[in-house]
């Protein structure tokens, strides 16, 4: 975030110092407020270009085998552009990679769940996922796992036809 802020700086500071120098070369026929006009209009577009660059930079760095699940696009009313394109500002992902299926109900799998945020830490949560019944859970520290049976202790969640983490996980 304060790179962030650092780098919206130094663009404001850059379109202002383009347009005096473009000024000046002119023989100061351009108006005065052009300069911090230039400053603002940079600072904004520099905002705009982190908020939509988040989500592909985020996921072209994501490891192998960590797939992005479902994304959540955000709008407000303070940032009018957003309500022609909304931007995404957070996500999440399921790590296919470290999946373990059940021995007992190999349809039955416990995944690492990944949540991100624009300014939120990388969150990770535990998950038990049937495919067979098509629902989830999240696991807890309550949660037990018994060698022939389905664990105990989980609130399942009955998922939508097109729930975006077992569609993730399941492959269907």
């Known amino acids: 975030m304060f790179l962030e802020l ?12 383009v347009v005096m120098l473009l000024n000046r070369a002119l023989k100061g026929r351009l108006p005065r ?59 999440a992902a399921v790590d296919t990679a470290t999946m373990k299926s059940h021995q007992a109900h190999p349809q039955v799998f416990l995944a690492d769940l990944y949540f991100f945020g624009r300014w939120a830490p990388v969150s990770k949560r535990p998950a038990v996922l049937d495919c067979n019944k098509w629902q989830r859970a999240l696991a807890s520290g309550t949660t037990v796992f018994s060698g022939t049976g389905l664990p105990k202790g989980l609130d399942w969640v009955a998922g939508e036809a097109d729930d975006a983490i077992l569609t993730t996980a399941c492959g269907g």
């Open 33 to 91: 407020w052009i300069a911090p006009v230039a400053a603002g209009l940079a600072m904004i577009a520099a905002t705009i270009a982190s908020e939509y660059g988040w989500y592909p930079r985020t996921k072209a760095a994501l490891p192998k085998g960590l797939v992005v699940a479902e994304t959540i696009r955000n709008q407000s009313f303070y940032r009018p552009w957003t309500q022609v394109v909304p931007y995404i500002d957070r996500f």
């Open 6 to 17: 650092i780098a919206v700086i130094f663009a404001g500071i850059a379109a202002a110092g």
